[in-house]
């Protein structure tokens, strides 16, 4: 077999939690299909958005989340069974009419299987890395080709006072002395 | 240059703080060495400002085992470090904390005495033996606040940090010592606070002996350096030194370079298994392991990070990433009910990395809230000195073989009670800092996949003690060396680059001395 990163990825430690972040990086095509329905693709979505509840995310990043979760678990028979079998539970529970905090003590009940931690582990890595999260959550990213952040912010916080950035003038007796001084005290209390 | 195959060369295996200063050290003294390195040479313009795909890009992702009961096993099975593979090693990856040890760090086993299951053992040398060292890396590194270097000014995470410090108490904080240029130094510009560091600094103010050592011996002529070439054995004469090393190269092709010297500078988990993985019916244990101690005492620093929300905006990811310190707690005070140290430093993640290690498993509505306030968080990373212990061990795994059909590294990795007690503490006073400028949420983190591995050669007074003596030349084998963490006695509390520098500079300056004498 010749080796490449996502065979190895892949083959030798798919059942790593973070392999599956890995894997989810590179979205794997897949013919089906479990998840392909309306239904179904509305189950993982309000499961994505109950493990990652955000009022103030748009649609887009679940949906390309809820896709994601879609694809890689498809991947293989094996995860296209174990998709199947995640989502049918779902339905038998009716999921889809459980209010927010039911659902949340639905996937608290199931939180380890094989199915809870594929869509879980690959929303994390997939929700929290799409771009328009990031604009949301106010984090810009590379600034190198901006001149980095120094004239943009970086010390632009003004609810604190300006704090010192030399060491202290005692910096250099601090460690001697001070361990000196609490070698003394563990003779004293030997004695 | 190009150094034949069939000459015996001076061989260093591994290009990062050990492995590159000693080719640095080496061909600035006019002896010619061939260094080889697992990953391919990474410049400034090819690094990723973006946390996964930089990941992809240059962590050491070979196949691995882990057990033990630390945190990384369950967390992160199969990836037990976070280490880099390019031309640098994981001075790419390094954040730039460069504190020295102190005095005690380097005797434990008499300043602590008798810790049930520590294997603690003196260093052969001292501190002072150490400071010319310390100052020659600090000048190679351009550390912040040593040698005239000015300090790096206060980012926005920092001035939390830095505030909080100063309320609970706290006096020896600064932005440094740090490996990263607040203004030009040899010939790399001043910081432009870009945000990224763990990824490679494109901006190269951040040393690392990709932009610093391995260029400069470059530049003599002398430094036959070959990337993509991963070592997979060390062999030897009848007489028992070191006569080779079998490599695949590039294309997969198997080659093999004689040797007169050969310097292993792998890191704590490679070094290790390339000795393991080099016995042979003269060394059944595998090279230099006559003391039963290759592999064996791996240590990875008490690590834990605490992240807390505030009302206000903080934007911690703007700046140099750990440009922050507390020193206070490096002290040993065996009253607070463990013996050794740490330090408070201050970190900053993106979102997508956050997300996956602030709590790793973790979702809900508290996750999410704290991921809603992404821009209000501060945070900060907590390493302190771990107890080296025999059954911590880097062994050769019996079922998972690496891309080349060799036997991989299995990481064996118990919390002791001592880092245990130490990370609880460390815990609470990260708390009560942050909570005396007015935390809303906080978040204990656990450790996150070992960047800082240590000890698994170490350095010993006494053969039976440990591999190599106090040059880092092994015990048994006076042509093989280890350049590189591995051969720390004890840990400190200290992040270990600068250390591992000052002793590859120590050892470099040794190694020529004795091929000047004609001793190797």
Redesign the interface.
Known sequence: MK?T?RN??LG??S?????K??AA?NVAEAKIVAGSSNKERKLLDKMVRT????N?FPNGPYDRTTEDVINKGNADAGKMLMMRDGLRDLEKNSFGDLSFNEA?KY?KSIEGSPFFNHV?GTS??T???DKE??DV????????DK????N??????D??????????P??AN???A??NK?AAK?TNANQ | MNIDKNENAIVIIGSGAGGGQMAYQLTKEGIPCVCLEAGPFLKPEDYSNDEWSAFLQMAWLDARGTSGSWRVNKDFPGLPTWLVKAVGGTTTHWAGATPRFLDYEFKTRTTYGDVEGASLLDWPISLKDMEPYYDKAEKAIGSTHRHGRPALPANNNYKVFANGAERVGYKYYATGPYGTNAEPYDGRPGSIQDGFNFQGDKNSSKWSTAVSEIPKALKTGLLDLRPQSHVVQITHNKSGLVDAVIYVDANGDIQRQAAKVICVAGNSIESPRLLLNSASNMFPGGLANSSDQVGRNYMRHMTGSVYARFEKEVNFYRGETMAGFIGDEVINDPSRGFVGGYYMETLALGPAFLSSFLDPGAWGADFAKMMDGYSNIAGMWLVGEDMPQATNRVTLSDSIKDQYGMPAPNVHFDDHPNDIAMRNYAYEKAEALYNSVGAVQIFRTPPYPSTHNLGTNRMSARPEDGVVNKWGQTHDIKNLFVSDGSIMTTGAAANPTLTITALAIRQGEYLVSELKKGNL
């Open positions: 080796f990163r190895f990825l030798t430690a059942s790593t939690a973070l392999i972040m890995w990086l493990l990652y509840p955000h103030t949340t996937l879980r994390v890595v929700l929290y890395n999260v990031w959550l106010g984090y810009e990213g590379a600034s190198f001149g980095g952040y120094v943009r912010g970086f010390n632009d916080l609810w604190l006072p300006e704090p010192r950035i030399e060491e202290h005692d910096h601090f460690f001697v001070t361990q609490l563990q």
